[in-house]
């Protein structure tokens, strides 16, 4: 994903290593980073949790949207299987945060990151 599209953004960047650690596609390089700098989240952010929980306060996200994660990304796996190509997470996360997230988005970053539209 492009740098561009966390530029002012922190909250999207920490969302969208959420989603990819909840699909298990997170590397695990950047979950350590993660788990290093959470005394600095937890300051900028006044919590006291870890990276994950952090996003789950900031964005007032229920237990079960992990799972309904895990259950969409399989689905646009076998979309992307069944269209001949290969998912790549990026391209989930991107949608998933599109159509569910669109505030942290302004209307022309969206327009340039999903030509034509995307669906998960």
Known sequence: ???????????????????????????PAQRETLEKIEPQLQEAFGSTGGWRSIVEEQMGLLPSVALGMETLWAAFQQDEERLGNQAKSSDFVRAFVDQNFPGLLDDEDADQDSPGGGST
Do not use: F, H, N
């Open 1 to 27: 994903m492009s740098q561009d599209r966390y530029e002012g953004r922190p909250l999207l960047r920490l969302l969208d290593c959420y989603i990819l650690d909840t699909i298990g596609e997170l590397p």
